[in-house]
């Protein structure tokens, strides 16, 4: 089992390996996400404060969220999130930037998901 799988707290012990398994990745990742930008949105802003260093929104596959450091091991096993999502907090609307945030946060769903996919089998890949 890779670290970055190890840190996302999935409890399975493996990375995805099926287009099902992909999907509920996906699915599980964005829920995170979707939580921290919106119910836990007060706890979010408060944990991305621009005095500390470069901070990452990860979304985990167990459908929790943290905001922390960018994994130390290089290069890293998964795509890294947006880097350094704190910094522009206070020189921007609030609004403005959950959907930067938002968007950079899509933009490394995607990235994950292709990520896993490009180690499908043949048949997989050809059932997408």
């Not at 999935?10 to 287009?19: D, K």
Request: aromatic residues 12%.
């Amino acid at each position: 089992m890779d670290a970055s799988y190890r840190r996302a707290g999935t409890g399975s012990g493996s990375a995805p390996r099926s287009v099902e398994d992909i999907y509920k990745d996906y699915r599980s990742r964005r829920s995170a996400i979707l939580r921290a930008l919106t119910h836990d949105v007060e706890e979010f802003y408060a944990l991305c404060d621009p005095e500390k260093e470069n901070l990452c929104l990860y979304g985990y596959a167990n459908e929790a969220w943290e905001v922390a450091l960018p994994a130390e091991e290089v290069p890293t096993e998964l795509p890294e999130p947006a880097l350094g999502i704190n910094f522009a907090r206070d020189g921007m609307n609030r609004g403005d930037w959950l959907a930067l945030v938002a968007v950079h946060s899509d933009s490394w769903l995607v990235s994950v998901a292709f990520y896993y996919a490009a180690r499908l089998n043949r048949s997989d890949r050809g059932w997408i």
